[in-house]
């Protein structure tokens, strides 16, 4: 692999994502050599740390996950991060950082190549990104940037914050980042759907009953309640985890694996989304909250959470699309916090089919990618003693040493966004779509929340959620695979 020379700016450098996440992918990506003699990082936030210091917390990170470190490696490697206490809206401090970036670059031989990463809370990206413009923070390289989540928070908001971005970077120096989009099974998901002939036959609306997503957490919200009250869970999961997992679901074949190709697959796809109206959000969509255990709090005693707070930590509702091999096939979804367990998956439902047995029990195609990646078919076969049929199932999991080199999913995008590969990341395009058919969603929600009396329903805490999701259902015989 390369050694790519570039000087990396991470906004929000003391932070707990890079500290968990981006500090230990950089330094796989150093030792596979892609990142190497030649590549730079500051850190940048408001604590007033020195390069030493700094340093010394990049070596904890990666003995965190790596206690059987090589040594002279990871000095070797902590030796390339340096640190510029920063208040994001002070002027001269960008000053500052573009000295220090000029300097790094020289020292490095960096070819004038920048990676600005916004790791910060969201609330600073608009003014990052106008003052990394005013200050022309872009060097004669190449220059991209990296944006984590959430991305506005609502259509209007994301506008916004693009139109500071897009001053300064072109779309295709912009890596809206999901983490989703680096996980193992997601990424299997397309070879699954195009490279199976099986898959490629039963993949469309004749053959596909429904599709069911399940996004479960088993914790609550834990010490993020004041950002979780500004999101909910359509912010925070459905507007981008489960739209991009329903996306590369739904979408047509693209015509080649680069990123033009599958974005633009993707927006063929997403033009035909339907935005609920305010009559099917309310028969189509379920929101809760989480009441107490004995030994947990209720979401609306968790700490910085409104008393009287109608905000979801649980949502189910339904997407379809007019066109695509799915047209109008119903994707039903769910995610919640506080739930039993841990489970990511879907389930593809295929139609049952009558035969001389009568009607059989309908296929279905369970893709599993937390706690564990796995694919399960369930098929029918006969009953070992006796008449009739049962259902059998075969699962493909990943072996714990495929599971141990699976790289961890911000490594593989960080990669990317080195490679200059954005097909695992947001398109504007795309993104704007989900905002559209959240804020309908939203907006029926706040009219409703403006009777006094929203329906949001409390549910049990670790258990699958409130009894009414099942109401999305089209019809009262159907019921969810999972839980
Ligand atoms: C984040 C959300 O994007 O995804 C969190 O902000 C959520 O609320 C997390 O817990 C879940 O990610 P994962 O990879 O653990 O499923």
């Known amino acids: 692999m390369q050694d790519i020379p570039a ?3 991470i906004f929000g450098g003391s932070g707990d994502l890079a500290h968990r996440k981006l500090y230990p992918a950089l330094f796989n ?8 003699a030649h590549f730079a990082v500051i850190a940048t936030a408001r604590r007033p740390w020195s390069h030493a210091f700094l340093q010394e917390q990049v070596a904890d990170a990666i003995h965190e996950v790596n206690p ?3 040594e002279e490696h990871l000095t070797a490697f902590a030796s390339h991060f340096y640190y510029q206490s920063h208040d994001v809206t002070k002027v001269d401090h960008y000053v500052t950082l573009k000295n220090l970036a000029a300097k790094l670059d020289q020292k490095y031989h960096a070819q004038g190549n920048h990676v600005f990463y916004m790791a910060m809370a969201p609330r600073f990206f608009g003014t990052i990104a106008t ?7 872009t060097s004669t390289g190449f220059n991209r940037i990296v944006v984590e989540k959430p991305f506005g928070r609502s259509l209007e908001t994301a506008e ?13 120096q912009i890596f809206r980042i999901d983490h989703y989009l680096g996980k193992e099974m997601i ?4 070879p699954l759907r195009f490279a199976n002939p099986l898959m490629r036959q039963a993949w469309n609306h004749e053959q596909i009953a429904n599709i069911q997503v399940t996004l479960a957490e088993r914790l609550g919200v834990e010490a993020r309640g004041g950002y979780y009250e500004t999101a909910g869970a359509l912010r925070d999961m459905v507007q981008n985890h489960i739209f991009q997992i329903v996306t590369l679901l739904a979408m047509p074949e693209p015509t080649d694996p680069s990123a033009n190709a599958v974005h633009q697959a993707k927006q063929t796809l997403l033009a035909s989304l339907q935005l609920p109206t305010p009559e099917q959000v309310s028969q189509h969509f379920i929101r809760g909250q989480y009441a107490a255990s004995d030994r947990t709090f209720a979401y609306r005693n968790e700490p910085n959470v409104a008393p009287d707070s109608t905000t979801e930590t649980y ?14 096939v119903p994707i039903y979804f769910r995610t919640g916090k506080a739930l039993k367990e841990k489970m990511s998956r879907v389930d593809v439902v295929f139609k049952p089919v009558k035969s001389f047995y009568g009607e059989a029990t309908a296929n279905y195609l369970t893709i599993e990618f937390d706690p564990k990646n796995c694919l399960t078919l369930s098929l029918n076969g006969k009953q070992i ?3 009739g049929l049962r259902q059998e199932q075969f699962t493909y999991a990943l072996s714990d040493y495929e599971t141990s080199i699976v790289p961890d999913g911000y490594e593989r995008l960080l990669h990317d966004v080195f490679v200059n590969n954005s097909v695992n990341f947001t398109h504007w395009a795309e993104l704007k779509r989900y905002w559209e058919f959240i804020d309908a969603i939203e907006s029926a929600w706040q009219a409703e929340n403006a009777t006094g009396e929203p329906a949001i329903a409390q549910y049990p805490p670790y258990h699958y959620g409130p009894h009414s999701s099942r109401k999305i259902f089209a019809t009262t015989d159907m019921k969810w695979i999972y839980g």
């Open 131 to 137: 003052h990394i413009n005013d200050q022309r923070l």
């Open 315 to 328: 949502v189910a509702g339904q997407i379809k699309f007019t066109a695509g091999p799915l047209a109008e």
């Open 68 to 70: 059987e470190v090589d």
């Open 7 to 9: 000087v990396m700016i």
């Open 187 to 190: 990424q299997n998901i397309l």
């Open 29 to 36: 990506l150093y030792e596979q050599g892609l990142l190497h």
């Open 385 to 387: 003693k006796g008449p």
């Open 160 to 172: 916004e914050l693009n139109r500071q971005i897009t001053a300064c970077f072109e779309e295709s």
